[in-house]
């Protein structure tokens, strides 16, 4: 039954071959915006972070396995993404006991930033605005503020926000209305491409009402 209903979910809405892929793995040969669709899980508002590249829309394997109620785990040291069909999707579920090498995953971890690199990452900027560029080299890659910032499930370097926090997206100021919001930051091709992508991302918000552009 679920091997089915990942097929008939999977169809539907045109993941692919990008459902493994982040941003940063297809900037370099293709543009990606935040989709302006909206979608609907048995007639209910999901909020899912959707990608439109080339007129499709793409999603993360998380959000689209959550819906589809699939299991799914990572072995983060080996690179590894486990799905069980025969388990209903947990966002907590790690895998088997012991499933993880034990060693791996110290050596994972000692690899990873540090609490206080991503704290400091975190609390940048908390006197003033937060500047998207401050998070970027020149060459639009993630500087090592960007670096720094602490990472979710799928590895993405976040940066959470409170209302009233205001963003800095090229000349134009961004205040957050909603409660909290999550700024994903990915590498580009250039820093020009990372105002326009920015941009992009900040409209959606404008028109979903998370953030309003201050005047």
Avoid: C, H
């Avoid at 907590?92 to 090498?101: F, K, T």
């Avoid at 090592?144 to 997206?169: Q, R, S, Y």
Wanted: glycine fraction near 8%.
């Amino acid at each position: 039954m679920k091997k089915s209903k990942i097929l008939y979910f999977i169809t539907g809405i045109v993941i692919g071959a990008f459902l493994f892929a982040a941003v940063p793995a297809i900037a370099a040969t293709v543009t990606a915006t935040t989709s302006t669709w909206t979608f609907f899980v048995d007639g209910e508002k999901d909020e899912v972070s959707a990608y439109s590249i080339d007129g499709s829309n793409y999603m993360k394997l998380r959000d689209a396995l959550r819906i589809a109620d699939v299991g799914v785990w990572y072995d983060e040291p080996k690179r590894e993404v486990y799905i069980e069909t025969d388990k209903g999707y947990d966002p907590d579920y790690n895998g088997p006991v012991g499933a993880v090498d034990t060693e791996e995953a110290k050596d994972a971890e000692e690899a990873a930033p540090t609490e206080d690199a991503a704290a400091a990452g975190n609390e940048a900027n908390t006197e003033g605005a937060y500047k998207i560029t401050d998070y970027y080299n020149s060459e639009g890659k993630l500087s090592e503020l960007g670096e720094a910032l602490p990472k979710n499930n799928d590895g993405e370097n976040v940066l959470t926000l409170k209302k009233g926090d205001i963003v800095v997206v090229g000349d134009v100021q961004y205040e957050v209305t909603a409660e909290s919001l999550d700024l994903q930051f990915y590498s580009q091709p250039s820093l020009d491409q990372v105002i326009v992508w920015w941009t992009e991302y900040m409209n959606s918000w404008l028109e979903s009402g998370k953030v309003a552009e201050v005047k």
